[in-house]
């Protein structure tokens, strides 16, 4: 059992860096940031998909994640004449961090695990797909 753990995580990571080498909007301030949402996103998928992955170290990540991209967004600027995508970036990272502190990390928590996936699978996972596309629009 601990075996198939460890064999998923290691996929799991393959795909991960895969999917952040193919990036061609991988590069600089807007690379940096996908790499940070993407991070949020998998400190949030770890605990979700492993119940022994919900201490004190976990909870921590997932706050630490949260903190560097909230961070790096306050920090930065959006590209001449793209203004409503970066506010729309903000706006959707937002709702994210708050949808995932408020309700989808307590859910985890309490072992709530079928609304858990509900929840990260529906508007989560469609907040998370629009970042990214959004993100790799402002990197062009």
Known sequence: MKHQKVKRF????????????????FAGEFGDLKAKINAAREA??????????????????????ANAVSAMLSKMKAPAGKDAK???????????????????????????????????????KERFGKMMGIVDELGK
């Not at 990571?13 to 061609?24: D, G, K, N, Q, V």
């Not at 995932?100 to 929840?119: C, F, H, V, Y």
């Open 10 to 25: 290691l996929v799991f990571l393959a795909i991960f860096f895969f999917t952040l080498a193919a990036s061609p909007a």
């Open 44 to 65: 949030t998928v770890l605990m979700l998909k492993n119940k022994d992955k919900r201490g004190a170290n976990e909870q921590k990540a997932i706050t630490d994640t």
């Open 86 to 124: 970066f506010k729309d970036l903000v706006d959707t990272w937002n709702a994210f961090k708050k949808t995932r502190s408020d309700e989808l990390i307590p859910m985890i928590l309490a072992g709530k695990q079928e609304d858990a996936d509900k929840l990260a699978g529906g508007i989560q």
